[in-house]
């Protein structure tokens, strides 16, 4: 095409010449001659400027550039969409800070009154985000259960239904379904270099899924999900691991209390795995004792067959106890405990006092406050606290820099 044009033959003549003949065969551009990409992905780009810089408009932006930009969400060009839907983010990142009020999941899909010509009185962004979000939601997923889409792709597009999520939870309820099936295909396929961020991004957005939405929604999609969900706990990859174990803690916070699932034993299972391994990454195990808490508050009934097991393993005083101290305190405080498992987390606690160094020794007294308050005043564990308390205060005190008034 460029040859010819360099030859003095213009576009115009060209596709006269070609069409002319009623014989010859339709003018086409081939992907190499259509430029037109270009054109699209800067408009596109300055569209996203002036959503970012001009936050007064976002209504105006609403009814005008946001159809569009959907419209556009199964562009030929990848580097086109993946441009829209980076832009989209924007438009939702603005929305958040500027639009007008938050939304909760409860809000989502309450009708609103309306004036007699029909106009809405207290129209904002996210009234017109919220009527919209089906052509969004039908045009992304459309593009996402393809076959074809690459990874990169893929991520892209799980990180505007997260952002959606924060902007207006509870607005994908009508696409569960689709939801689980295409995580389910990404879920399956052992993550890799090149795939573990698709992957993470996949797990994080369905723990917002799984928190944002009531369980009604995904009831029914949860046969799907949880046997992908489980294999993912076993992932060598850390970060992969960890996400899988934030997906079930959400699950089982939306589903509380949790009864007769399947599923939760098999989480059960794979936390002790990871915690009776030494050599399990740090967040991973972190992520661990996360959800034995998760499990003692939301399912109790799995837990208290167990004969206390986990707590062999969540409750050791070498390495880091941070996250132990966090977990401890926190079922302590919420959960249906028995005086035996205080008694022995508070000699646990008293022992993690006696570690040199001051770090974390503040939430060590958090959590021994917590535990006495649950459990009935005996003569051996109060003393031994009251004692390590006052030994702490008098090194404090002793430690305190001495001014002299000359």
């Given at each position: ?42 408009a ?8 970012a ?18 419209s ?17 983010v ?9 639009g ?7 809000s ?15 129209e ?5 985000l ?18 074809r ?11 505007l ?6 902007v ?8 569960a ?16 270099t ?6 993470i ?7 917002s899924?799984f928190?944002t ?6 009831l ?62 740090a ?39 941070d996250?132990a ?22 000699e646990w606690?008293?022992k ?5 160094g ?10 021994l406050?917590v ?36």
């Amino acid at each position: 095409m460029k040859m010819m044009m360099s030859k003095g033959t213009s576009t115009s003549k060209l596709f006269t010449e070609r069409t002319s003949n009623p014989y010859s065969e339709p003018f086409r551009w081939s992907d190499e001659e259509d430029q037109s990409y270009k054109i699209r992905r800067s408009a596109t780009k300055l569209l996203s400027s002036i959503i970012a810089t001009r936050p007064e408009l976002l209504v105006t932006l609403y009814k005008e550039v946001s159809p569009i930009l959907i419209s556009r969400f199964g562009d030929r060009e990848e580097t086109v969409r993946l441009e829209v839907w980076a832009t989209y983010v924007t438009f939702l990142t603005q929305t958040r800070l500027y639009g007008g009020g938050p939304q909760t999941k409860d809000s989502v899909g309450v009708k609103r009154k309306r004036t007699p010509d029909g106009s809405d009185p207290e129209e904002t962004a996210y009234t017109l985000l919220q009527s919209q979000v089906p052509a969004l939601a039908k045009a992304l997923l459309n593009q996402l259960k393809s076959p074809r889409t690459s990874p990169a792709t893929l991520q892209a597009g799980f990180g505007l239904l997260y952002t959606l999520l924060q902007v207006l939870p509870g607005s994908l309820s009508s696409q569960a379904g689709l939801i689980a099936s295409i995580s389910k295909t990404i879920l399956s396929q052992p993550p890799s270099t090149s795939s573990s961020t698709l992957h993470i991004s996949c797990l994080q957005f369905n723990s917002s899924f799984f928190s944002t939405h009531p369980p009604p929604t995904f009831l029914n999609s949860l046969s799907v999900l949880t046997p992908v969900l489980l294999k993912t706990l076993g992932e060598k990859h850390p970060r992969v691991a960890s996400e899988a174990f934030k997906a079930f803690s959400s699950l089982l916070g939306a589903l509380k209390p949790v009864r007769g699932q399947d599923w939760v034993e098999s989480v059960y299972e794979g936390a002790i795995a990871r915690l009776a391994n030494h050599a399990t990454d740090a967040e991973v195990r972190s992520c661990a004792e996360d959800i034995v808490g998760d499990l003692w508050l939301y399912a109790p009934d799995t837990v208290h067959t167990k004969g206390g097991q986990e707590w062999e393993y969540v409750c050791r005083t070498s390495g880091r106890t941070d996250g132990a101290v966090k977990v401890v305190t926190r079922v302590a405080r919420e959960a249906d405990i028995s005086g035996k498992w205080v008694d022995g987390c508070v000699e646990w606690a008293t022992k993690l006092l006696t570690k040199s160094g001051r770090t974390g020794k503040a939430e060590v007294f958090e959590c021994l406050s917590v535990l006495l308050s649950r459990s009935v005043p005996s003569t051996g564990v109060a003393p031994v606290v009251i004692a390590h308390s006052s030994l702490s205060a008098d090194m404090t005190t002793a430690c305190r820099p001495t001014y002299h008034t000359l």
